[in-house]
């Protein structure tokens, strides 16, 4: 698994790594049940704190994209419900302000997301 991290940018860096799992869940990289990096090896890998990857992990748990399994470690959790999370949704009413405040037009929008979408 590759992650592609940017210590220039404002957003913290476990944001940055519960991102790319997300992406790399979303484009069929990560399916169900693949076996996550242990914490201290992903830091390793990454060259950072092991609790800024904790911190990702557990977020991720918390959202419901992994689990932890007894056996085999840290799983990437089975497909989601469908429903997107009270966060998702801000972030997506943000960014539609966002582009409304920008002038762009509901079309336009609405084209990128397909492409976005479809691009997974």
């Not at 390793?44 to 056996?71: C, F, H, I, S």
């Not at 009413?93 to 920008?102: D, I, K, P, T, Y």
């Amino acid at each position: 698994m590759l992650l592609h991290l940017d210590f220039a940018l404002e957003m913290p860096i476990y944001q940055q790594i519960r991102n790319e799992i997300v992406r790399g869940i979303a484009a069929g990289e990560l399916p169900p049940g693949t076996q996550m990096p242990p914490i201290r090896t992903l830091a390793e890998n990454l060259g950072v704190n092991m609790m800024t990857v904790n911190k990702a992990y557990g977020l991720l748990k918390q959202e419901g994209y992994l689990q932890a399994d007894r056996r085999s470690g840290t799983v990437v959790a089975p497909c989601q419900t469908g429903a997107l999370s009270d966060a998702t949704r801000a972030a997506l009413e943000l960014a539609c302000s966002e582009a409304r405040a920008a002038g762009v037009p509901l079309e336009t929008v609405l084209d990128l997301c397909r492409r976005t979408y479809g691009e997974m």
